[in-house]
């Protein structure tokens, strides 16, 4: 379940790796990946967006329009990180996916992953 707090004059909004999946299929939100290029070549859900917490930037984030921003890292930990820098950064509002990656692993949503044998990209689980 989503749980808010206010930071700084802005709102972090937590979801669960359910309802970030929920939002997502229904096309609802913007999934930014702000792990390292490296994770993400290695496997990455289909689709999300990358901005590595190396070189992360709120300013250069695309705009939704209506469609909120949601972040994510492989555990949690970053993408919270990155989310609270928004804040700093004057966003009103930003979301990040407790649990990161892992969380979305562990539910057992499809992914990327790499073929070990070809290096090609191919769905998991």
Not at 45 to 53: F, H, K, N, R, Y
Not at 98 to 106: E, L, M, T, V, Y
Request: proline content about 6%; aromatic content about 8%.
């Amino acid at each position: 379940m989503a749980t808010t707090e206010t930071i700084g004059g802005g709102t972090l909004e937590t979801l669960s790796a359910e309802e970030v999946k929920a939002l997502y299929d229904a096309n609802s939100i913007i999934l930014i990946d702000v792990r390292t290029p490296g994770e993400y070549a290695f496997e990455h859900i289909a689709g999300a967006l990358l901005a590595p917490m190396s070189s992360f930037d709120p300013a250069r984030l695309p705009s939704g329009g209506d469609r909120p921003i949601v972040l994510h890292c492989g555990s949690g930990v970053r993408s919270r990180r990155m989310a609270e820098k928004c804040i700093e950064a004057g966003f009103s509002r930003i979301s990040h996916m407790g649990g990161g990656f892992g969380a979305w692993k562990q539910a057992g949503y499809g992914f990327l992953g790499t073929d070990p044998a070809t290096g090609a990209h191919v769905p998991r689980p």
